[in-house]
């Protein structure tokens, strides 16, 4: 698995855009997308599609996020990025109650760009 890996990393294009600092969070953005339609792919019930992958999976990846814009110094307009395709993607063939987990995802990155200062 780490030489497929290696070789993904190896590709010019790839290498290239990994040199850009914000890449990371387009990489798991990229993710939280293809999750959805892969699980409807291998046929996974809706519940545990919703609270598995939606509610627990791409909730972690969010709070990663946070804290990726938080440790990378970006632009606080970085937080608009995941909600917005996730959004986006779940429009041509997800029910539309989906939408709110978009709002769910900028919430919790809000929580991962506190940095552990929620209650202050």
Known sequence: MKKIGDKIKNIPIIRKLNTYRWMPLVWWSILVV???YVS???HVPIVWREGLLFMIIDSIIAY???NLILKLKLKRWWLLLLPIV???AMLPKFALYNLMFGLIYLIIEAFGLMNKNIYR
Do not use: N
């Open 34 to 36: 293809i999750l959805p």
């Open 40 to 42: 409807s792919l291998l």
């Open 86 to 88: 996730f959004c986006l």
């Open 64 to 66: 990663h996020v946070g």
